[in-house]
């Protein structure tokens, strides 16, 4: 991520209590830069809410982020926080428009740490072309929170050619990934106190709204499921496929993408990369003729020179994923129970 | 007593590199001769939860043939941790000023009333980390904190946590202890071998075990029980290799022990760590969750080391809990049930609800066969 834009000189280097009254401070706050680095017609109203227009069918999703740390490698939470809930219109086939951006804020955050994910969350935007039109910011007693809480919420526009449902969900449709798999969970991991690896392993959180629409416009109502693999990895989205669509899903150990460096952390730390979190990539469930042409349009774009066909939706064995292991044994892939725990051998 | 001049067989050809034990061409190869050479029902025990991991995760059992079943042994450090020191870790981690660090796993293994995981949920401090010296670390760090580590495990985990010891007492620290539950591997196979009900026709011996200490321990057993033994690593095609090789022994009546995990353990172990470990801790007897217990099967700090030791340190003073009576989990250690002839398997308890450790941990018999049996009906 690239983009520098100096802080504004400020009377004050860390947030406190005032900074969420609603009063003065509130206002130094959101005019030292906030809104100059937001700046559209929507927010020059300063209004209590924005006023849209929308045509056709809308897709409105939401997401928070509570990430620790806040930074990590090659970006941090005000990226994600933009990328999160652009995906996931994404996901419903929609052409982001518009973002709410809302903030909790613990006493004591630097000023300079606020003003980088500010940054980040402007040049987010402008890589996924939506607006932020309306915010919200909170300040909480030291100890109340950890250092920055975001929520964002979004509206966008369904594309003409989508139809996009688990409904539409077949037994021999093939199942594609967009990018190499578990990257940013382990970008995350590599960097939580305590383990500091040495690694060059960077979050790969980047908006997709732009390939899907690239793949919407290609292959329209032949596109069936939209995922992105967040929370609970890849396992738990096609499990959540297998039990909702009373279908059996098929994976291949063999045909996962994955980076070797972070396949080679993931067994150092005893995960499964099946489990952890993804932010830079989709899962698509496809009609079986399109699949080869899909991965290949896929794989021109930039960040999805992995992607590749690792399943497919099958007849059998309903509600469970069954994955073939690389010497050709089988196992179930069942739903993550709580948190991914390292083991202790 | 010196047990060297036993045979060790010498693989001929030893694999090297990582990418040849997950080479589908040589797994293959080896399943077609443990085919070929298996004429009767066999039931060997992989003793170690690591090597259970592998066979679930690569689906090892749907590809064996049925003469050969695997039965899953004690060696997970989670499933034969007792209740009742659970209990006593919750007990510490609920005191004002003390820091519980633990290796993940343990986390969600329930005590008798909630988990440690339950217990870090309502407010606790309870860090999880991936080396005892890291909370060495966190005790020069917080001189007004007590900071306690959940030392459990096998051989393996126990030369780190001599060495926390060793470091806490070279850097003089007062706030420094382990809760201890280590144990030893060849006790409780023997414990499992003199079962009157015991299946067992030959073992799968822990391959990092036996790094640290080496196989001279395994060699009475072998010769004494007339049982063969194979000291296995954790890759797939460790794993099919050390099944051939049980299998070809059994097959022809002999009671070896061989070393398949050659590339790692040496016949004379970790001479460095066991120096160690003889340095800190004393063999003494322990209690195994679901077995009883098990005679000089366990670490326990010597008495020069004694304030680093959490039982004395801190009273703790909790009730002694029964293990619920429907759960057979000593039975499924020892290998003399299946968890699927469990009353309570995949009813009442799951791995959302365990009540015993093997359905906890993703090493324990009753957690592998819960996700591996639901697919081995309709998976062909």
């Given at each position: 991520m690239q983009l520098q834009c100096p802080m504004p000189k400020l009377d004050f280097d860390i947030i406190t209590l005032g900074h969420g009254s609603g009063g003065l401070l509130t206002n130094k706050l959101l005019d030292s830069g906030v809104f100059h680095l937001f700046d559209n017609?929507?927010?020059?109203?300063?209004?209590?809410?924005?006023?849209?227009?929308?045509?056709?069918?809308?897709?409105?999703?939401?997401?928070?982020?509570?990430?620790?740390?806040?930074?990590f490698p090659d970006s941090n939470i005000g990226e994600l926080a933009v990328n999160g809930t652009v995906n996931d219109l994404a996901m419903c086939g929609a052409v982001p428009k518009y973002l709410s951006l809302s903030f909790i804020l613990e006493e004591g955050l630097e000023m300079t740490d606020f003003?980088?994910?500010?940054?980040?969350?402007k040049w987010a935007a402008e890589q996924a072309g939506v607006q932020?039109?309306?915010?919200?910011?909170?300040?909480?007693?030291k100890g109340k929170g950890d250092k920055i809480f975001i929520n964002t919420s979004g509206v966008g526009q369904v594309h003409d050619n989508a139809k996009i449902s688990l409904e539409h969900v077949r037994p021999g449709d093939?199942?594609?990934?967009?990018?190499?798999i578990a990257t940013h969970g382990v970008a995350i991991m590599s960097v939580r106190e305590g383990l500091e690896f040495e690694t060059t392993i960077k979050s790969d959180t980047r908006c997709l709204n732009h390939t899907v629409t690239a793949l919407l416009d290609n292959f329209g109502e032949d596109i069936h499921l939209l995922k992105d693999p967040t929370r609970g990895g890849l396992a738990t989205v096609l499990n959540e496929i297998a039990r909702d669509g009373n279908l059996g899903v098929d994976l291949n150990q063999k045909h996962l993408p994955i980076q070797k460096e972070v396949s080679a952390l993931?067994?150092?730390?005893?995960?499964?990369?099946?489990?952890?979190?993804?932010?830079?990539?989709?899962?698509?469930?496809?009609?079986?003729?399109?699949?080869e042409k899909v991965v290949d349009k896929l794989r021109k774009i930039e960040h999805c020179s992995n992607a590749a066909i690792i399943g497919e939706v099958v007849e059998n064995h309903i509600n469970q994923v069954v994955i073939t292991s690389a010497i050709g044994g089988k196992r179930v892939v069942s739903m993550l129970i709580g948190e991914q725990l390292p083991r202790i051998c | 007593m010196h047990w060297g001049n036993w045979p060790i067989i010498k693989l001929q050809k030893e694999m090297k590199f990582l990418s040849e034990y997950r080479d589908a061409d040589l797994a293959k190869k080896y399943l077609d001769e443990i085919r070929a050479t298996v004429t009767q029902p066999w039931n060997i025990m992989e003793v170690c939860g690591g090597q259970t991991h592998s066979l679930v995760k690569n689906g090892i059992m749907t590809l064996l043939p049925d003469e050969v079943q695997m039965i899953h042994g004690p060696g997970c450090p989670v499933c034969v941790t007792p209740l009742n020191l659970i209990d006593k870790a919750i007990y510490l981690a609920e005191e004002k000023d003390v820091i519980l660090c633990s290796f993940g796993d343990m986390l969600r293994v329930p005590g008798s009333k909630k988990s440690l995981l339950q217990t870090k949920a309502a407010g606790a401090d309870i860090r999880i980390l991936y080396s005892p010296l890291e909370a060495v670390q966190l005790a020069s760090e917080n001189p007004d904190r007590e900071v306690v580590f959940f030392a459990v495990g096998f051989e393996t985990t126990a030369p780190a946590n001599a060495l926390s010891i060793d470091k806490a007492d070279d850097l003089g620290l007062t706030n420094y202890s382990i809760l201890a539950s280590q144990v030893l591997v060849p006790p409780a196979?023997?414990?499992?071998?003199?079962?009157?009900?015991?299946?067992?026709?030959?073992?799968?011996?822990?391959?990092?075990?036996?790094?640290?200490?080496?196989?001279?321990?395994?060699?009475?057993?072998?010769?004494?029980?007339k049982i063969p033994m194979v000291v296995t690593g954790f890759e797939p095609v460790d794993l099919l290799q050390g099944i051939l090789l049980t299998v070809q022994q059994l097959e022809k009546g002999e009671a070896l022990l061989q070393n398949q995990y050659s590339r790692v353990v040496k016949p004379e172990g970790n001479r460095k760590a066991q120096e160690?470990?003889?340095?800190?801790?004393?063999?003494?007897?322990?209690?195994?969750?679901?077995?009883?217990?098990?005679?000089?099967?366990?670490?326990?700090?010597?008495?020069?080391?004694?304030?680093?030791?959490?039982?004395?340190?801190?009273?703790?003073d909790i009730p002694k809990v029964e293990e619920p009576k429907e759960c057979i989990a000593g039975l499924v250690l020892k290998g003399i049930k299946k968890p699927m002839e469990c009353s309570q398997f995949g009813k009442k308890c799951t791995p959302q609800n365990p009540m015993g450790a093997p359905m906890?941990?993703?090493?324990?018999?009753?957690?592998?066969?819960?996700?591996?049996?639901?697919?081995i009906e309709t998976i062909s």
């Amino acid at each position: 991520m690239q983009l520098q834009c100096p802080m504004p000189k400020l009377d004050f280097d860390i947030i406190t209590l005032g900074h969420g009254s609603g009063g003065l401070l509130t206002n130094k706050l959101l005019d030292s830069g906030v809104f100059h680095l937001f700046d559209n017609e929507q927010l020059q109203q300063r209004h209590d809410g924005a006023i849209l227009e929308l045509k056709g069918k809308t897709a409105f999703s939401t997401d928070s982020f509570v990430i620790s740390p806040i930074f990590f490698p090659d970006s941090n939470i005000g990226e994600l926080a933009v990328n999160g809930t652009v995906n996931d219109l994404a996901m419903c086939g929609a052409v982001p428009k518009y973002l709410s951006l809302s903030f909790i804020l613990e006493e004591g955050l630097e000023m300079t740490d606020f003003w980088e994910i500010l940054v980040s969350i402007k040049w987010a935007a402008e890589q996924a072309g939506v607006q932020i039109v309306t915010g919200d910011t909170k300040v909480v007693e030291k100890g109340k929170g950890d250092k920055i809480f975001i929520n964002t919420s979004g509206v966008g526009q369904v594309h003409d050619n989508a139809k996009i449902s688990l409904e539409h969900v077949r037994p021999g449709d093939k199942i594609i990934v967009s990018d190499s798999i578990a990257t940013h969970g382990v970008a995350i991991m590599s960097v939580r106190e305590g383990l500091e690896f040495e690694t060059t392993i960077k979050s790969d959180t980047r908006c997709l709204n732009h390939t899907v629409t690239a793949l919407l416009d290609n292959f329209g109502e032949d596109i069936h499921l939209l995922k992105d693999p967040t929370r609970g990895g890849l396992a738990t989205v096609l499990n959540e496929i297998a039990r909702d669509g009373n279908l059996g899903v098929d994976l291949n150990q063999k045909h996962l993408p994955i980076q070797k460096e972070v396949s080679a952390l993931c067994e150092l730390l005893g995960l499964d990369p099946l489990y952890v979190a993804n932010e830079g990539i989709f899962m698509a469930v496809v009609k079986a003729e399109i699949a080869e042409k899909v991965v290949d349009k896929l794989r021109k774009i930039e960040h999805c020179s992995n992607a590749a066909i690792i399943g497919e939706v099958v007849e059998n064995h309903i509600n469970q994923v069954v994955i073939t292991s690389a010497i050709g044994g089988k196992r179930v892939v069942s739903m993550l129970i709580g948190e991914q725990l390292p083991r202790i051998c | 007593m010196h047990w060297g001049n036993w045979p060790i067989i010498k693989l001929q050809k030893e694999m090297k590199f990582l990418s040849e034990y997950r080479d589908a061409d040589l797994a293959k190869k080896y399943l077609d001769e443990i085919r070929a050479t298996v004429t009767q029902p066999w039931n060997i025990m992989e003793v170690c939860g690591g090597q259970t991991h592998s066979l679930v995760k690569n689906g090892i059992m749907t590809l064996l043939p049925d003469e050969v079943q695997m039965i899953h042994g004690p060696g997970c450090p989670v499933c034969v941790t007792p209740l009742n020191l659970i209990d006593k870790a919750i007990y510490l981690a609920e005191e004002k000023d003390v820091i519980l660090c633990s290796f993940g796993d343990m986390l969600r293994v329930p005590g008798s009333k909630k988990s440690l995981l339950q217990t870090k949920a309502a407010g606790a401090d309870i860090r999880i980390l991936y080396s005892p010296l890291e909370a060495v670390q966190l005790a020069s760090e917080n001189p007004d904190r007590e900071v306690v580590f959940f030392a459990v495990g096998f051989e393996t985990t126990a030369p780190a946590n001599a060495l926390s010891i060793d470091k806490a007492d070279d850097l003089g620290l007062t706030n420094y202890s382990i809760l201890a539950s280590q144990v030893l591997v060849p006790p409780a196979m023997e414990a499992v071998i003199e079962d009157e009900e015991s299946k067992i026709d030959a073992f799968l011996a822990a391959g990092h075990v036996c790094t640290i200490m080496g196989m001279e321990e395994y060699y009475p057993l072998v010769a004494h029980y007339k049982i063969p033994m194979v000291v296995t690593g954790f890759e797939p095609v460790d794993l099919l290799q050390g099944i051939l090789l049980t299998v070809q022994q059994l097959e022809k009546g002999e009671a070896l022990l061989q070393n398949q995990y050659s590339r790692v353990v040496k016949p004379e172990g970790n001479r460095k760590a066991q120096e160690l470990l003889h340095k800190i801790f004393e063999v003494t007897d322990r209690e195994w969750r679901g077995i009883g217990n098990i005679p000089k099967s366990g670490f326990e700090l010597r008495s020069k080391y004694a304030s680093f030791d959490a039982n004395l340190k801190f009273s703790i003073d909790i009730p002694k809990v029964e293990e619920p009576k429907e759960c057979i989990a000593g039975l499924v250690l020892k290998g003399i049930k299946k968890p699927m002839e469990c009353s309570q398997f995949g009813k009442k308890c799951t791995p959302q609800n365990p009540m015993g450790a093997p359905m906890v941990s993703s090493e324990g018999a009753c957690a592998a066969y819960y996700h591996f049996s639901g697919a081995i009906e309709t998976i062909s």
